[in-house]
């Protein structure tokens, strides 16, 4: 096989469109589930494709343009297979009901997506009683099999998804007496906390985390407090919170243990793979993408991503991947991270890549700088939160030896 793409979300879906397109023959995709489309199947609100498409789209329309597009062109789907081996010769070992494969491929992408943290993640005290559940979870149960998890609900975590579901309960009747996030600022976008929370009267609450869970075989309720800049609940500000379900939006992690398996390395901070701004890992002919490589806010840079990963996938295949010199970009003070963790230069033609990063905290008003050599590009924002991904477009000549992002205070702007 030419290009194996693990993965049947937007991200797989998407790179195998643009291999394609750029001309590779056998592109498949191994999907673990009956149906391709991954997450974006159970996200039935509207807010995709005005990038991609040009128009507002739900999650199942946005995935149904892309499976069309794929079919159209020709990619092979394996669905119900999962990929239990990857070496790092890109030797795919997948099981399926028709029994093991074990194939070479020229390429191989990973695209398969994050999962989210559960409970055990956060070690909240309290029994195993029915009544806790991830967000994702719960949307699944709302969305696709039309069942309702609880009546009076508290969310932990302001994460896009915790906030979604904040909404979606409310419209079915449920009441949320609350989302409870233990940071000094929101985890998701501002246009959700707006949408989702403000315009139902739904109350947000920084610094306050829960505490204990109360309940035997039902969970009846939740104790919550204040923390304080260590992130340690206040005891005097502890209160119970009535409630039969427990929503988790504590964060998402990229899915990647067929990436350890193929010996890539892999960020400490994303725990997604280290590239480079060809989306390529430290093994040779294996990229990433989507999620699996950084949590994103937004399905189209999902595969805005992922196109650029089938394009150099392409490339690679018809050995025509550009080379030359790779200087490491870090993310120096203000920055949480920045993607990719290098970009390879060449002196053929302009070198042109863009960076995707978060800040480390809040910063209102923001002036982010940009390190390429002895140079500095800066811009001024009115303000930069960890929930929102920020990118910047970089041109540069070959004659650079790193690239650094700096977030911090303008104190220039008031």
Request: aromatic fraction near 6%; charged fraction near 25%; glycine fraction near 12%.
């Amino acid at each position: 096989m030419d290009l194996a793409i693990i993965g049947g979300g937007p991200a797989g879906l998407s790179a195998a469109i643009r291999a394609k397109e750029a001309g590779v023959g056998d592109v498949t995709i191994f999907e673990r589930g009956s149906a391709l489309g991954g997450i974006l199947n159970q996200c039935i609100h509207h807010g995709f494709g005005l990038h991609i498409f040009g128009e507002e789209l739900t999650g199942p329309e946005y995935a149904r343009r892309l499976i069309e597009r794929a079919r159209e062109l020709g990619v092979s789907f394996s669905l119900d297979t999962m990929v239990t081996g990857l070496s790092s010769d890109r030797t795919v070992t997948a099981v399926s009901r028709r029994g093991v494969l074990r194939e070479k491929a020229g390429a191989v992408i990973l695209a398969m997506g994050c999962r989210e943290r559960s409970r055990g993640a956060v070690g909240i005290p309290g029994g195993r009683c029915v009544g806790i559940y991830t967000a994702g979870a719960a949307q699944a149960f709302v969305n696709l099999k039309g069942y309702m998890p609880g009546n009076r609900f508290v969310i932990l975590g302001s994460g896009d998804i915790g906030l979604i579901m904040a909404r979606r309960v409310t419209q079915e009747g449920g009441r949320v007496a609350g989302v409870y996030e233990i940071m000094n600022y929101s985890g998701g976008l501002k246009r959700n906390i707006s949408q989702c929370l403000h315009d139902y009267d739904i109350p947000l609450y920084l610094s306050h985390t829960v505490t204990r869970i109360s309940g035997q075989s039902r969970l009846n309720g939740v104790w919550v407090a204040g923390v304080d800049e260590n992130k340690k609940p206040d005891n005097l500000t502890e209160k119970f919170v009535d409630c039969d379900c427990l929503l988790l939006s504590v964060g998402l992690l990229p899915e990647n243990e067929l990436a350890k398996q193929a010996g890539v390395l892999l960020s400490p901070v994303t725990g997604g793979a280290v590239v480079d701004n060809r989306l390529e890992t430290n093994v040779t002919g294996i990229f990433s993408c989507g999620n699996a490589l950084h949590v994103h806010d937004l399905a189209d840079n999902v595969t805005e991503e992922a196109y650029e990963a089938g394009k150099n996938a392409a490339e690679f295949i018809n050995g025509k991947l550009y080379a030359g010199k790779k200087v490491n970009v870090f993310a120096g003070r203000g920055t949480r991270y920045v993607s990719p963790s290098a970009v390879v230069l060449h002196d053929e033609k302009e070198n042109k890549f863009n960076l995707f990063f978060r800040s480390d905290n809040v910063y209102n008003p923001a002036k982010i700088t940009i390190k390429i050599g002895c140079q500095k590009k800066e811009i001024i924002k009115r303000i930069v939160t960890p929930g929102e991904m920020e990118s910047v477009t970089i041109e540069s000549d070959i004659n650079i030896d790193e690239i650094t992002v700096e977030i911090t205070k303008n104190e220039n702007l008031r």
